[in-house]
């Protein structure tokens, strides 16, 4: 049986240099890659792949899972205050998190933390 190393969201974008400096200024990612037709957002041990968007596009989700959720908000707050956005707020089944819809993207993000 083989061992999973890492599973990356490959987001459609309609604007990639706008959607490249959202992981870049907000979230801290660092540039593996970045062209016009592909790009590579590296932070930690996770990856995020951005690639033009078609015509049609589906909305996709992803989910990120950190350690101090209420420190990364205070740290991002204004930087994203444009956006379409959730505050944080105590989930049901556990989870504080924050939704933020990632610009020009048909994607919205989720940032969480386990509730103790």
């Known amino acids: 049986m083989y061992k999973a190393l890492y599973l990356s969201p ?3 974008s ?3 240099e706008e959607t490249g400096r959202f992981f870049k200024d907000v979230l801290g990612f660092s540039a593996l890659m970045d062209t016009k ?4 957002y590296a932070k930690d041990n996770l990856t995020v792949h951005l690639l033009p968007a078609g015509e049609d596009i589906g909305q996709m ?3 990120l899972e950190v ?3 209420d420190s990364l908000w205070t740290g991002i707050k204004e930087k994203v205050k444009d956006l379409k956005v959730r505050e ?3 989930r049901e089944y556990g989870m504080r998190e924050v939704h933020i819809a990632v ?3 048909n994607t919205l993000l989720f940032i969480g933390q386990e509730l103790k």
């Open 37 to 40: 037709e592909y790009a590579i």
């Open 10 to 12: 490959m987001i459609p």
């Open 88 to 90: 944080p707020f105590d």
């Open 67 to 69: 350690d101090d959720l």
């Open 61 to 63: 989700e992803f989910y």
């Open 14 to 16: 309609f604007n990639m």
């Open 103 to 105: 610009p020009q993207t």
